[in-house]
């Protein structure tokens, strides 16, 4: 697959946070439906989406921002005035791009190919385990807490590769939604509207 991009956006980390600063009274608005119904809104997702707000942290190479920290924490300030939950889920989504950037170029070239940012949770608590074969590993186990998951394109796995003696060693994967099963858990006080339920895989090649 040949990478092909649009160009870089000029947008400045200034520019952003204007943009995420004039979003509070919408994601206020909808807050409580996201609150009850346990999960982000198709309308939450496409306003920040046309915002830029996903492209913050993807390299310029594939079309993103590639802005600064301070630009990505006032994002989330201004955001969380309006509504906490779209926050959360919005700040991993600009976060787990960050995390597929430093994953092996050839990856990047292709997951980036035809698209400037790509929605996923990345679930850092280690839920499972992978064990090498030839091209790649099998990968089995259950994650908590996929916030962003009902939006999402990919998920990111943290697993250990028990293939080799010794000390087991953690990785990074990175697979399409879907190629695992999402199962509704969360039920909860507080967030609800993140959506974080648990993510399952079995016996899936990567």
Do not use: C
Not at 34 to 46: H, N, T
Request: cysteine-free; overall charge negative; aromatic content about 10%.
């Amino acid at each position: 697959m040949s990478a092909v991009h649009a160009e870089s956006s000029t947008t400045t980390g200034p520019e952003l946070i204007a943009r995420a600063r004039s979003l509070t009274p919408f994601l206020a608005e909808h807050a409580p439906v996201v609150e009850k119904q346990r999960k982000p809104v198709d309308a939450v997702i496409k306003a920040i989406e046309e915002a830029e707000i996903y492209k913050l942290m993807v390299p310029r190479r594939y079309g993103g921002l590639e802005l600064d920290m301070d630009t990505f924490f006032e994002v989330g300030v201004a955001l969380g005035e309006g509504d906490a939950s779209a926050a959360w889920v919005t700040d991993f989504y600009i976060e787990h791009n960050w995390i597929l950037s430093q994953f092996p170029e050839s990856f990047q070239k292709e997951i980036f190919a035809d698209r400037t940012y790509i929605l996923a949770p990345a679930m850092v608590a280690l839920g499972g385990k992978a064990i090498k074969e030839d091209g790649g590993y099998r990968v089995s186990g259950r994650w908590q807490w996929a916030s962003g998951i009902v939006h999402a394109d990919w998920v990111i796995p943290a697993a250990l590769d028990v293939s080799e003696d010794g000390k087991p060693n953690p990785l990074w994967f990175a697979l399409p939604t879907s190629e695992v099963t999402v199962e509704d858990v969360w039920f909860v006080d507080g967030m609800s509207g993140t959506g974080s339920s648990d993510v399952i895989l079995d016996d899936v090649f990567i």
